[in-house]
Every structure is written in C-alpha cells, then in structure tokens.
C-alpha cells in the first residue's frame, strides 16, 4: 500500500484500473491513508459499477482525485448498446466529466478502457462510437482516453491500425508512442498503455514531453518482484499546462492495480 499512496499522492487525478474489490472496502481504505498521508490535500473518489460479462470476473474503473484541484461535474457509464456493434466492450467506460482552475483548458472528459487481449483492436476502435456519444451527450470535444488498450505486442496487428479509427482520425494525439514501454517486466518491452487526446486545443494543452511512463520500480528504489507487487504495469502520465494566473502543470496520472483482489 506504501508504493500506491507514494504514486497517487504524486498527481491531481488517478486512473485506477483493475480493481476487483467484490468487498468494496480497497479503495475508502486507499482513500483514508491517502488523506493521513498527504496533509497539503485531501482526496475522494468517484468508481464504475463492477463491469465484465462474466459474475466470475469483474473489475471497476476508479477515479481518485485532489479536492480543490479538480471538480468532478457529471459521470455516466456508457451503454454499450449501439446498433450493429452491441456489447463491443468487455468492460465499457466510466465516463467523467471535470473542471479545474489551474489549467489553460479548464473543462474536459476523461474516458478510461481496459480491452480485452483477444478484442484489443475492436475495442480501440469502438472507443471512435465513445467519443461521438461524448460529444452529443455533453457537447464537448475535449476528451481524453486512458487506460490499458493491450496497444501491442501482438494483440494488434500492424496490418490492422488503419481500420482503427482513433488511430487512422489525424483529429486524435497519441501521446504515449509505439516505441515506449509500459511494462515493468525485463523480459517485455511493450506500449499497452495509452493516452490519446483529441483536437488541437487539448494538443496545445499538453507539455511537450510530459507524457510518459512512471518507472516507479527506479524512482522507489524497488526490485523487480517488489514492483509487481504492485503491478506489472507503469504508470502513464501527463502534464497539463498551468493557466496564465498559476505557476507549474496538471498531472493526470493512470495507475493500473491489480492488487486490489477480494476473494
């Protein structure tokens, strides 16, 4: 638990994924240490249903956030139900809409997905239906979406990139790259995590350079069987530039936890 305050309490709003707390007790208790380890802020929480086809594995999408910093303004589970492509997600996004004082845009949504190994191309390409659905129901382009997209190492073919819309759309940033590793094992060396963001304004948003993976392990001083521990994956991150009246940058941060196991 030591290792997951020290990286949330590092940014303004967390992505966790993975989460599979049938209990639901992890993440108040996350929250509670969080708030006794951070004195400067206080943190809460927004969570998905449990999402997946089966009783027998479900996982949640959760947002932490730092009150003060940033406002959760609205939230709503997608309904994987469009005509045509019905149940295109096995877990389908938790939606949020947020609005902050600190940064050079100060309204945006935040869209998270976990795909399914086996899927992973079908879900990333379903993500393109997301963000029209985002974009009708709130009449906002500012969307970034995050999470574990299993964006490589065979899970996508190369061949099949080009009919994957949020990647072929030119309108859509990808601001963790092919060539980055977000894996924590030596033995791998693969780009599964994602940040993409769509449109010129919330490209311009961005600092250059800042979006990356955490290498948690290094910074912490951690063996390799001590980081998995944690998780398998790096962190991703991203700095939002600061508006005119504040000094220094936003971070968003995702964090990928599959620790949080209830039997």
Not at 9 to 28: M, Y
Not at 43 to 56: F, H, K
Not at 94 to 99: D, G
Not at 242 to 255: D, F, K, P, R
Request: charged share 25%; aromatic share 12%; glycine share 4%.
């Amino acid at each position: 638990m030591r290792t997951i305050i020290r990286i949330v309490s590092r940014c303004d709003v967390c992505l966790l994924q993975e989460v599979r707390d049938s209990k639901q007790k992890a993440i108040p208790l996350l929250i509670t240490e969080l708030n006794r380890h951070d004195s400067q802020n206080q943190y809460d929480y927004v969570a998905s249903e449990r999402l997946g086809r089966t009783p027998s594995y479900q996982e949640q999408y959760v947002f932490v956030f730092r009150i003060g910093s940033v406002t959760v303004t609205d939230q709503y589970q997608y309904l994987d139900m469009l005509r045509g492509d019905e149940d295109a997600f096995s877990r389908e996004p938790f939606i949020v809409r947020l609005h902050t004082r600190k940064t050079a845009i100060r309204d945006f949504v935040l869209v998270p997905q976990h795909t399914t190994p086996t899927n992973a191309t079908k879900e990333i390409d379903a993500l393109y239906d997301v963000f029209l659905d985002v974009k009708k129901k709130w009449k906002t382009e500012m969307v970034m979406f995050l999470g574990d997209f299993n964006a490589d190492c065979g899970y996508v073919a190369k061949k099949n990139w080009q009919h994957v819309r949020l990647y072929s759309n030119q309108a859509f940033l990808w601001l963790i790259g092919d060539a980055e590793d977000t894996t924590v094992r030596e033995t791998t060396t693969c780009a599964y995590d994602r940040i993409v963001v769509h449109g010129e304004a919330f490209a311009k948003a961005i600092v250059p350079q800042s979006a990356q993976p955490f290498n948690f392990p290094k910074e912490y001083g951690l063996t390799e069987e001590q980081a998995l521990d944690v998780s398998d994956h790096y962190p991703v991150e991203v700095e939002l530039k600061a508006g005119s009246e504040h000094l220094g940058g936003h971070t968003l941060l995702i964090v990928l936890m599959a620790f949080f196991i209830s039997t």
